[in-house]
């Protein structure tokens, strides 16, 4: 059975593992808890055999408003030295924490499947880069804030999101004006797959989806997991010592 978290609701229902942000009173604000949660359940996804597919999706009405304000004020004690370089590698080490914690969905050999209704802010864009697949409801809207606080989204939206979408143009405009894209727009630019017209139809679509997916070869889905993987390019290094074969190189582009 799944383990007890603070600020997720994890289930598995055969082999459909739901993961669901739920701090609903607080829009599901990504806290310190709940960054460092999100990878102990991935990980438990990974290693737990009759787990074959993830759905991540939020509890209330958003699915969440991004990194908690509450734990950035935190972390100014916490990284602060009377020496500013030693301040920055604290800092730098944070970060590097909090990039790990979200890449654990992209280590999960499981396919994840996002369900997004409501608001998907900043933080929450960057989780929602590491899914395999994102799905929304028609109220969805999503932003790229972090410019609003004097920030940059440095946990892997800037990376991640313009091979999502195929533009650099549109990401960075995004970035630089912290503007905010409804559903339509996120799924003209391939944000997502598909654009449902309520959260209840979401979560029906999402979960009929991924019990299809479910069906498939046990052994098949890790595979095509590593092969749709920006990671593969390791594989090969590892495997032939460096030699890629052409036909290949298509997947690690």
């Given amino acids: 059975t799944p383990m007890d978290f603070e600020?997720?609701?994890?289930?598995?229902?055969?082999?459909?593992?739901?993961?669901?942000?739920?701090?609903?009173?607080?829009a599901n604000a990504m806290n310190l808890a709940m960054w460092h949660e999100i990878r102990r359940a991935f990980q438990?996804?990974?290693?737990?055999?009759?787990?074959?597919?993830?759905?991540?999706?939020?509890?209330?009405?958003?699915?969440?408003a991004g990194i908690d304000l509450a734990m950035m004020a935190?972390?100014?004690?916490?990284?602060?030295?009377?020496?500013?370089?030693?301040?920055?590698?604290?800092?730098?080490?944070?970060i590097l924490d909090l990039?790990?914690?979200?890449?654990?969905?992209?280590?999960c050999r499981k396919p994840v499947l996002a369900a997004i209704h409501g608001s998907c802010i900043g933080g929450g864009v960057d989780l929602i880069c590491c899914a395999d697949m994102r799905y929304a409801a028609a109220d969805a809207q999503f932003s790229i804030r972090e410019i609003d606080i004097g920030m940059v989204a440095d946990v892997g939206t800037l990376q991640r999101l313009p091979k999502i979408v195929?533009?650099?143009?549109?990401?960075?405009?995004?970035?630089?004006?912290?503007?905010?894209?409804?559903?339509?727009?996120?799924?003209?630019?391939?944000?997502?797959?598909r654009v449902f017209d309520t959260r209840e139809a979401l979560h029906a679509g999402v979960r009929e989806i991924a019990t299809s997916i479910a069906a498939k070869s046990g052994?098949?889905?890790?595979?095509?997991?590593?092969?749709?993987?920006?990671?593969?390019?390791t594989i090969f290094f590892v495997t032939t010592g460096?030699?890629?074969?052409?036909?290949?190189?298509?997947?690690?582009?």
Avoid: N
């Fill in 99 to 107: 990039q790990d914690t979200l890449s654990s969905l992209e280590r």
């Fill in 74 to 94: 935190g972390l100014l004690p916490q990284v602060h030295d009377d020496c500013d370089g030693r301040s920055r590698e604290k800092l730098r080490r944070v």
């Fill in 166 to 193: 195929g533009s650099e143009g549109w990401v960075r405009e995004l970035a630089y004006t912290g503007r905010t894209v409804d559903a339509a727009e996120a799924r003209a630019m391939g944000l997502v797959s």
């Fill in 44 to 64: 438990w996804i990974d290693e737990t055999p009759v787990a074959r597919v993830a759905i991540l999706e939020g509890e209330g009405r958003h699915f969440t």
């Fill in 219 to 233: 052994a098949g889905l890790p595979t095509v997991r590593a092969f749709s993987s920006t990671r593969l390019m």
């Fill in 7 to 26: 600020t997720l609701a994890v289930a598995l229902d055969g082999p459909i593992a739901t993961v669901r942000l739920a701090r609903p009173d607080k």
């Fill in 242 to 253: 460096g030699a890629v074969p052409p036909s290949y190189r298509r997947f690690t582009a």
